[in-house]
């Protein structure tokens, strides 16, 4: 399969790249690691007039701590994600997710940026942000911008940045001690889509009750769900069975999935709950609850 | 339509080519350096016969633009002989039976090669997970493992 012509851009700079995306207004598209876009393209499911690839401006890959924050740089690939210290040590919902992600030569080139930006409700990142109450910072002609997770995903395959902003980085507030996350998807095979998949971020108070609560899912509806009523419910309590059990139960019920060869409605929805309870069930042991 | 030139080293030549913006790695590799040893089976990011290196790392390169490339060092299977002589890798396939019919081994090789540079001593498990972009349709794996594994053991 061929795409439909187009041109390519390989800006050497930041500038140089968001002048492209003026230019070319809606014709263009950012190209970063490519593995959702080339695809796109190849069905001609999408087109592009001009793609503007980034992967040739020094400065989008890191992953570091720093000013309170675990900074993560847009171009960063899944592979680098799955096999960084800092995150197998500290951020294993991190590690977690991105090595679900598709396949391992896929995550050569796939980046945490594009797996955002492109806003498929079936990715698996997104779900991870929402839980972790991550934000991104915008960058464009005025300059940078941060977008809270949250107000991120406007809707299927689209999100809050303009037509010439590029994702420069996702930046996760360092969880305070007594926190723990843990992503789980259930797949048909390696390199599937999710069937249902779920994130949870928990983090204990000293006296054992849940402190703070983030809940996110992935393939659950047209863009990727927060489960805040699940999250809401779980504050000031014990993190215990009934606990975990009536939050999935919320989760699933936040769920609006469709029915695809990778099941039914129903089928998909009680997944959802399940993974959720799984979710939670980990991060809490993770967190030292259990 | 567009027009770039393209540095690209395959197999430790040098190349400097005409390819339009749209054509993928694994069509310029066959099509224009007639290395026909990187296959496409599925052309959708499924199942890896297409894998070859790029600066070090398997990539699918039904899903590489040729312009992607530019710059960078691509090894396919055809580089992996030399004088006359099998790559271990290459050796292993052929002594542990790791093919039937062959249309995803040189995939396989270049991820298993990919693998070996990272990791000299890889487990079974950590060979199965590497490869597991990598569609075989006939072995049943077992004896694609093995093949890494003896190429592991004769690379030590």
Redesign the interface.
Same mark, same amino acid.
């Given at each position: 399969m061929i795409p439909a012509p187009f041109d390519y851009h390989a800006p050497t700079t930041l500038s140089e790249a968001i002048a492209l995306l003026q230019r070319h207004g809606d014709q263009a598209k950012v190209l970063s690691g490519g593995q959702s876009l080339l695809p796109l393209l190849k069905l001609r499911v999408g087109a592009a007039g001009h793609l503007v690839d980034i992967g040739r401006i020094p400065g989008l890959e890191y992953i570091k701590e720093e000013d309170g924050f675990l900074k993560i740089g847009g171009r960063t690939r899944e592979s680098e994600v799955e096999r960084s210290e800092i995150i197998k040590s500290k951020y294993p919902i991190l590690h977690d997710t991105a090595r679900v992600i598709a396949d391992p030569l896929v995550r050569n080139r796939a980046t945490i940026g594009g797996n955002l930006a492109h806003a498929d409700p079936a990715n698996d990142h997104p779900a991870t942000m929402l839980a972790l109450g991550a934000e991104v910072t915008a960058t464009g002609a005025k300059g940078h911008r941060t977008i809270p997770i949250g107000q991120f995903f406007t809707g299927l395959f689209s999100t809050a940045l303009a037509a010439d902003e590029i994702l420069t980085e996702i930046r996760v507030p360092i969880p305070p001690p007594r926190s723990g996350g843990a992503y789980v998807k259930l797949e048909r095979k390696v390199g599937d889509f999710a069937t249902a998949a779920a994130a949870a971020q928990i983090t204990l108070g000293t006296n054992g009750e849940v402190e703070r609560a983030g809940i996110g899912l992935t393939a659950a509806g047209p863009t990727p769900i927060k489960a805040t009523e699940a999250e809401r419910f779980l504050l000031k309590k014990k993190p215990d069975a009934a606990a975990i059990a009536e939050a999935a139960r919320l989760a699933a019920a936040a769920a609006a999935p469709t029915a695809d060869r990778r099941g039914s409605v129903q089928y998909k929805r009680e997944m959802a709950r399940v993974l959720t309870a799984r979710a939670l069930t980990k991060a809490i042991e993770r967190a030292g609850g259990r | 339509?567009?027009m770039?030139t393209i540095r690209v080293t395959v197999n430790g030549t040098p190349y400097e080519k005409q390819v339009?913006?749209?054509l993928?790695l694994v069509?310029f590799l066959r099509d224009q350096l007639r290395l026909t040893g990187t296959h496409i089976g599925c052309?959708?990011?499924?199942c890896?016969a297409c894998?070859v290196i790029v600066d070090g790392?398997?990539?699918?390169s039904?899903?590489?633009?040729a312009? #992607?490339a530019?710059g960078s060092e691509v090894r396919t299977v055809e580089g992996l002989e030399q004088g006359g002589k099998l790559h271990p890798i290459q050796e292993g396939f052929w002594q542990e039976h790791g093919l039937q019919c062959g249309y995803c081994t040189p995939g396989m090789m270049m991820?298993g090669v990919a693998l070996l540079g990272r990791n000299p001593n890889p487990s079974e498990p950590e060979i199965r #997970?590497?490869i597991?972009?990598?569609l075989c349709r006939c072995t049943g794996y077992v004896n694609i493992v093995k093949s890494i594994q003896y190429a592991a053991a004769r690379l030590r």
């Open positions: - | 339509m567009a770039h339009e913006s749209r993928l069509h052309d959708t990011t499924h890896g894998t790392e398997p990539v699918k039904c899903t590489v633009l312009v #992607q530019d991820t #997970q590497a597991s972009g990598n």
